[in-house]
């Protein structure tokens, strides 16, 4: 049975051409447009092809011409089949025939057996330079306007990106501001320093603690995130010791482990591990690491961090969890703004995407690198097998 790829951007044309050669026994693939037909032509290499002229993208001179310079269709009929192309220009880019519309549903299915059985119709000689030289012409004013409406698109995307980045400058400080005396407040009447609160007062405020200090994160997070864009991120460098800096962030997260009844093993050095660099900004950006771990291990499952001393007068901290890991398909996406594994609106995880964005900008004021390794590392004696993420820092930032 004989294959045949349709291109033809009218749904009607195409059920019409279908329905004739179907009759006739014949396999029909649609394509609607120059592009798809490309495509669909060098994937399933037809036994023939109909070309419309007047299709989107490209129009079907320019995919005869592509179609042409394609080996593994060296031999297959293209035909043109328009109301409004011209005979001598199809047949000088390389159709091998040329039907008028409205075709002829009487002789249609014939006159396509009659191509699949090696007829080709004729230019006339004289023909076929002027109308390549006419049809280059026109593919070359078609690139122009291409070029022009890329040109156009990327400047609108660069003004819409400055315009995105603007905003969350904006709307960050608009949140930031009123936030300072709501945290301020709500300590204060936590530490009793506004009056006595009864104990379901106390049960509320804590619950208003927990929920003003998460937005305040994620207040934090936008501001970082226009900083990492406009590379205005700035350190504050001072001495400052990394194991405890590293003891401090796992204290911080061991409610949340708790509460989920997942197991910590922890790999630390027993003494001080003195550093020079912006201790808070790194604090932030270990945070974000062991936030994920906490989100995306089950519960009852492992959490293993490590700090280590590496070659090059360098530190390391590796974060692993037990949970699922980062598909390998989605590997390279992950330290990307606002790119999450699961970004629709029923996922399973909260948070924007921007943690792993800012802690690797943020290694990277350490001279760093923050990586995804492979499954299988050892932390404290235990194997972890989900996302495994290495931090190595300068012990010395220059900012």
Do not use: W
């Not at 078609?142 to 995105?164: F, P, Q, T, W």
């Not at 001393?309 to 996406?333: K, L, T």
């Not at 699961?342 to 290694?363: K, N, Q």
């Not at 690198?369 to 989900?386: A, K, Y």
């Amino acid at each position: 049975m004989a294959r045949i790829l349709h291109i033809e951007d009218d749904a009607t044309n195409r059920l019409l051409v279908r329905k004739l050669l179907a009759a006739q026994g014949f396999e029909v693939i649609d394509a609607i447009d120059g592009l798809e037909g490309i495509r669909l032509a060098c994937a399933r290499r037809p036994d023939l092809i109909l070309v419309d002229i007047n299709i989107p993208h490209l129009d079907g001179y320019e995919v005869t011409l592509r179609l042409r310079g394609e080996p593994s269709l060296v031999g297959v009929p293209i035909v043109a089949i328009t109301a409004e192309g011209d005979r001598d220009t199809s047949l000088a880019v390389g159709c091998d025939g040329f039907l008028q519309k409205p075709i002829d549903a009487r002789t249609f299915a014939r006159t396509i057996a009659g191509y699949l059985g090696g007829h080709r119709e004729l230019q006339r000689p004289d023909a076929s330079g002027e109308h390549l030289r006419q049809q280059s012409q026109r593919i070359v004013a078609h690139l122009e306007e291409k070029i022009a409406e890329l040109s156009a698109a990327n400047a609108r995307l660069v003004e819409l990106d400055r315009a995105r980045t603007t905003f969350y400058r904006n709307i960050s400080h608009e949140l930031a501001t009123p936030m300072t005396p709501i945290v301020g407040y709500v300590k204060m009447l936590l530490d009793g320093e506004l009056g006595p609160t009864t104990r379901a007062q106390d049960k509320a405020l804590r619950s208003m603690d927990d929920c003003v200090r998460r937005l305040r994160g994620v207040i934090d997070n936008l501001l970082d995130v226009t900083g990492l864009e406009t590379g205005k991120m700035r350190f504050v460098l001072r001495d400052y010791d990394l194991n405890e800096l590293v003891r401090r962030q796992l204290d911080a997260i061991g409610p949340a482990v708790e509460a989920r009844k997942q197991i910590l093993t922890r790999e630390l050095p027993p003494g001080p591990l003195p550093a020079h660099g912006d201790a808070e900004r790194l604090g932030r950006a270990l945070a974000q690491l062991l936030d994920n771990a906490v989100k995306f291990t089950p519960d009852e499952g492992r959490i293993g961090v490590g700090l280590r001393v590496a070659p090059g007068d360098r530190h390391e901290i590796v974060v692993a969890d037990s949970g699922p890991g980062v598909p390998p398909e989605q590997s390279s996406r992950i330290f990307e703004p606002f790119f999450q594994v699961d970004g629709s609106p029923t996922r399973l995880h909260g948070g924007v995407g921007v943690g792993l964005a800012i802690a690797r900008r943020i290694v990277q004021g350490f001279q760093g690198e923050i990586q995804l390794q492979e499954p299988g590392q050892r932390i404290g004696g235990v194997v972890f097998e989900g996302a495994i993420f290495s931090m190595r820092i300068a012990r010395r930032a220059a900012g």
